[in-house]
């Protein structure tokens, strides 16, 4: 469950709510930044201008140096970081101060080259968001081959920390960004990231509709990618194909979208639930409408391609494996997959194949959370995180002292309150027997487990060639026949809360008060207007 | 009083304005109402006993596009607001008709907030 304030839970399940959603989609040359080289007129020691095209577009910190008037000692600033802490994020730092009306007596210059030519609708240029301090002159050059000038842009009495210029450049080898005057005295000029392209965000009127579906599969042959569709109001044309000035040639695939869901805790302010970490794959203008729906898919969609493994000894590093090969950088793998030793695949598989192999093997949940991070771990490990009965039940306050309890505990409590219709219960196929192929020594052995005290039910067969040895089929049989015995499928159309996730453990109420737990396995969220849903879970009977 | 697209057109004689709640409203499993508020818009019904056929053409011209914005004073802290409106049906009756000269009177038509 994502941590949301206090606001926020009281917010989502009162009698009258309102509620927001906004889409944010990038329209970048992603092959720009991989080859770009920046350069500078100056850098300051602490400067990290590789950072600029890095696509992390805030610094790690504010961190003080001894610019005039900067380093509050409120707490707000850290000191730099060292050369060798590698994971903090500065972007580039002017070597030179500008004067007292912030004028440079030299304008600073940062130059990128290309190897090749890139197309993009524009450029942003994110200056120092965290201070709020930007670059009030300066002017962006774009050249081709051979310092060809294609397009140029003066700016003056800049006003925010994040510049966008909306202009379709074609065909560019090098970008030069020239600082004159900041928006303090005695300041570095300073520049977090460069981004090859704009974000455009559909929010109010402009997003006709938009629908989220994330999934989770517990024991399946499938790896489901979460799916965002969305409906924008495409009136002023931008998204027609023949449109000269439109967005339609500079779309590509693999393009970022990011959703948010928001609730409004006071009059006009909204908590947002961010959803990141998704990419564009269909786009189409509708016809007889002036919309255009648009369709993004989580990074799972991206991974069906061929996986060439390299030598591995345990599920942690062919799981680390399969996600830098991938090209999938943000990840969590827990300890816990050291412990099965494995040599990997013996054939050829596709990445996503490999990854559903891999949690299977090591009873895991294979997801990608909300903040675009690929997460593998134990079922267990993540159900002694989300399990409701481990929640103590609303902040209460007594007297002089707040007991610190989980405050989340009416968020997970699926009532009728909240609720449409009274939940729909199926009961998944039984299982009998499962039958488990071990793969050891290029030879496959089945060995067959029976599912203690059921008479009559389906027959499973699990054929994974991580598992090599009969104590591991073993192992993986009983968490599977556990598992296919939670069969309680339960189906609710309801108001929809963002805050929960897939793997959350959840009461959904019946009519029998007979309130048994069940983990999220699928959430759909619908907004037009106004946030509903419907959400699927699977317990024990 | 009332200016439509940046323009004053004649002060109505009938003013009121209507706020909506834009809502869906169901009833969840227990029977008890649940409303998703989707937005507050306006409505504001405007009329004029007798207006001048000068005037009665910068009224009817001015609200003619599909939208426009209407700057009003609104009920809620009293202060003027603007928003964009669009214009419901336009009734105008006949005053009389001498010399063949044509006179207004009773105009009434709404303008609702988009």
Redesign the interface.
């Known amino acids: 469950m994502i941590e949301v304030s206090r606001e926020f839970k009281q917010a989502v399940y009162a009698p009258i709510r309102k509620t927001a959603a906004k889409v944010v989609f990038a329209i970048l040359d992603n092959g720009a930044y991989g080859d770009a080289t920046p350069s500078a007129t100056s850098n300051a020691s602490i400067s990290r201008i590789l950072q600029l095209t890095d696509k992390k577009r805030e610094m790690s910190h504010k961190y003080g140096t001894f610019e005039r008037d900067y380093f509050k000692l409120d707490g707000s600033f850290r000191i730099p970081p060292k050369p060798t802490e590698l994971e903090s994020d500065l972007g580039w730092w002017s070597g030179e101060i500008c004067g007292a009306g912030g004028v440079f007596a030299n304008p600073q210059t940062v130059t990128l080259d290309f190897s090749e030519g890139h197309n993009s609708i524009g450029l942003t240029i994110i200056f120092d968001t965290l201070a709020n301090e930007y670059a009030v002159d300066f002017d962006i050059f774009v050249y081709r081959a051979n310092d060809e000038l294609i397009a140029s842009k003066e700016v003056v009495d800049n006003n925010s920390s994040s510049y966008v210029w909306i202009n379709g450049l074609d065909d560019y080898n090098k970008v030069v960004v020239t600082i004159k005057k900041w928006v303090r005295p005695y300041r570095r000029a300073r520049i977090v990231e460069v981004d090859f392209g704009a974000f455009q965000e559909y929010a109010g009127d402009k997003l006709i509709k938009v629908n989220l579906i994330e999934q989770m599969n517990v024991v399946g042959d499938t790896l489901p990618a979460n799916e965002i569709k969305f409906v924008i109001d495409n009136s002023s044309k931008e998204f027609n194909i023949l449109n000269p000035q439109g967005f339609y040639r500079f779309l590509k695939e693999r393009q970022e979208v990011s959703l948010s869901i928001g609730v409004e805790i006071e009059d006009d302010i909204f908590e947002y639930v961010n959803m990141l970490g998704y990419y564009l794959v269909d786009w189409q203008s509708d016809e007889g409408a002036l919309t255009t729906t648009l369709t993004a898919r989580n990074i799972f969609d991206l991974l069906d391609k061929e996986y060439s493994q390299g030598t591995v000894t345990n599920l942690y590093e062919l799981t680390e494996d399969v996600l830098l090969k991938a090209n999938v950088p943000n990840y969590f793998i827990h300890p816990s997959l050291r412990d099965y030793t494995t040599s990997g695949f013996p054939d050829k598989v596709t990445y996503r194949k490999a990854l559903q192999c891999i949690g299977i093997a090591s009873k895991s949940a294979l997801y990608q959370s909300r903040d675009a991070k690929f997460i593998i771990e134990p079922f267990v490990v993540l159900d002694e995180n989300t399990s409701y009965i481990n929640f103590a039940g609303p902040d209460m306050f007594t007297g002089m002292v707040t007991p610190t309890v989980y405050s989340g505990y009416d968020m997970k409590n699926i009532t009728f309150d909240n609720v449409y219709k009274e939940p729909q219960i199926n009961l998944d196929k039984l299982i009998q027997t499962l039958v488990m192929v071990v793969h050891s020594n290029g030879t496959k052995t089945e060995y067959a487990f029976h599912n203690e005290g059921v008479k009559e039910g389906a027959t499973l067969k699990c054929d994974n060639p991580l598992i090599n040895s009969l104590s591991h089929a073993t192992e993986i049989a009983k968490w599977i026949i556990v598992e296919s015995n939670l069969r309680a499928l339960y189906q609710v159309n309801w108001r929809q809360n963002p805050a929960l996730e897939c793997g959350d453990i959840v009461f959904i109420e019946d009519s029998f008060g007979a309130q048994k737990q069940s983990r999220i396995t699928k959430q759909e969220y619908e907004f037009a207007g106004f946030l509903s849903g419907k959400t699927e879970s699977k317990g024990g009977v | 009083m009332i200016k439509i697209d940046g323009k004053e057109i004649p002060s109505p004689s009938d003013y009121q304005v209507g706020i909506m709640d834009?809502?869906?409203a169901?009833?969840?499993?227990?029977g008890?109402?649940?409303?998703?508020?989707?937005?507050t818009k306006r409505k504001i019904e405007l009329g004029w006993k007798h207006l001048s056929k000068s005037d009665l053409q910068t009224v009817m011209n001015a609200v003619s596009p599909v939208f426009f914005k209407v700057e009003y004073i609104d009920p809620l802290n009293s202060v003027k607001k603007t928003g964009t409106f669009y214009a419901g049906d336009r009734n105008v009756g006949a005053l009389d008709y001498i010399n063949g000269d044509i006179r207004w009177k009773d105009i009434k038509f709404s303008v609702i907030e988009k």
């Open positions: 834009i809502s869906k169901e009833r969840n499993a227990r008890d109402m649940i409303i998703e508020r989707i937005t």
